[in-house]
């Protein structure tokens, strides 16, 4: 996936050099049609095994719930929750300004913009086979918090910067950074949560990421005030504030934990 991610923009910003817009809207609709024709060619295997206890309904509030009474009883998945709030609403909105950082603020074309947006996989994908084989279970909450407040700082780094092979140096250690971030937040609540209970912690992750677009919002406004650098800036150094705040109130990501068997 990551891969892919690298040679996608690449190829999008190749588009936009040669035709505009148009013609990476074209491309665009010919792969989701092509997505399309496949997921129709697929046929449903067998038939679903029938179930002789059907577990009893719960609305979805009652999930949501139970969920947030078991994750706040528990400071290190708390702790996760908050801080990717908090990167996905002041942090991540960076990637949908990517494409006016470089050309108003580096100076490069299209082409060049495409390779700047994707090539924070190259790190991602290399810091995740390196984790795969290093990682130590008990510093996944180290992993997680170095890879988040790293962010932070790189971003607005990256704001500033007129150098465009500084600014692809700087994308390939985000890149690094976010898969600290991104793979420790499964883990982390996964190895600190009851089985019966990871399924909902598990959602409410996947609830607080879900916060990026009010912070894509954030950010489109701010920078129509203030300029993009100066937002993305201002947002990444406020979350970087805010995480280290909590941190002082909250130490379990700094603390060695012994994880639950899976």
Same mark, same amino acid.
């Given at each position: 996936?990551?891969?892919?991610?690298?040679?996608?923009?690449?190829?999008?910003?190749?588009? $936009?050099?040669?035709?505009?817009? +148009?013609?990476?809207?074209?491309?665009?609709?010919?792969?989701?049609?092509?997505?399309?024709?496949?997921?129709?060619?697929?046929?449903?295997?067998?038939?679903?095994?029938?179930?002789?206890?059907?577990?009893?309904?719960?609305?979805?509030?009652?999930?949501?719930?139970?969920?947030?009474?078991?994750?706040? +009883?528990?400071?290190?998945?708390?702790?996760?929750?908050?801080?990717?709030?908090?990167?996905?609403?002041?942090?991540?909105?960076?990637?949908?300004?990517?494409?006016?950082?470089?050309?108003?603020?580096?100076?490069?074309?299209?082409?060049?913009?495409?390779?700047?947006?994707?090539?924070?996989?190259?790190?991602?994908?290399l810091v995740a086979g390196l984790l795969t084989f290093r990682a130590r279970p008990g510093r996944l909450g180290l992993i997680f918090l170095i890879g988040a407040l790293s962010q932070c700082v790189l971003i607005a780094i990256l704001t500033s910067l007129h150098s465009f092979a500084l600014a692809l140096a700087v994308q390939i250690v985000v890149g690094a950074c976010s898969a600290?971030?991104?793979?420790?937040?499964?883990?982390?609540?996964?190895?600190?949560?009851?089985?019966?209970?990871?399924?909902?912690?598990?959602?409410?992750?996947?609830?607080?990421?879900?916060?990026?677009?009010?912070?894509?919002?954030?950010?489109?406004? $701010?920078?129509?005030?203030?300029?993009?650098?100066?937002?993305?800036?201002?947002?990444?150094?406020?979350?970087?504030? $805010?995480?280290?705040?909590?941190?002082?109130?909250?130490?379990?990501?700094?603390?060695?934990?012994?994880?639950?068997?899976?």
């Open positions: 996936r990551l891969g892919c991610k690298v040679a996608a923009t690449a190829f999008g910003g190749l588009l $936009l050099a040669l035709d505009g817009p +148009r013609l990476a809207y074209w491309w665009l609709a010919a792969v989701y049609l092509a997505g399309i024709a496949l997921t129709r060619g697929l046929r449903h295997q067998g038939a679903a095994a029938p179930v002789e206890h059907p577990t009893p309904t719960i609305s979805t509030f009652a999930l949501i719930r139970l969920g947030w009474s078991a994750a706040v +009883r528990t400071p290190i998945v708390q702790a996760v929750l908050l801080v990717t709030v908090v990167m996905n609403l002041l942090v991540f909105p960076y990637q949908q300004l990517i494409a006016v950082i470089a050309r108003d603020v580096i100076g490069v074309g299209s082409a060049q913009m495409g390779i700047l947006a994707g090539i924070d996989g190259i790190g991602a994908l600290c971030f991104g793979s420790m937040q499964p883990a982390i609540i996964m190895g600190n949560m009851p089985p019966e209970l990871r399924a909902r912690a598990l959602g409410l992750l996947a609830m607080a990421i879900g916060v990026g677009p009010f912070g894509m919002l954030l950010a489109g406004a $701010l920078s129509a005030v203030f300029g993009p650098s100066r937002t993305l800036a201002g947002m990444s150094l406020l979350a970087l504030v $805010l995480i280290v705040g909590f941190l002082a109130r909250n130490r379990t990501l700094l603390v060695k934990h012994q994880d639950k068997p899976l």
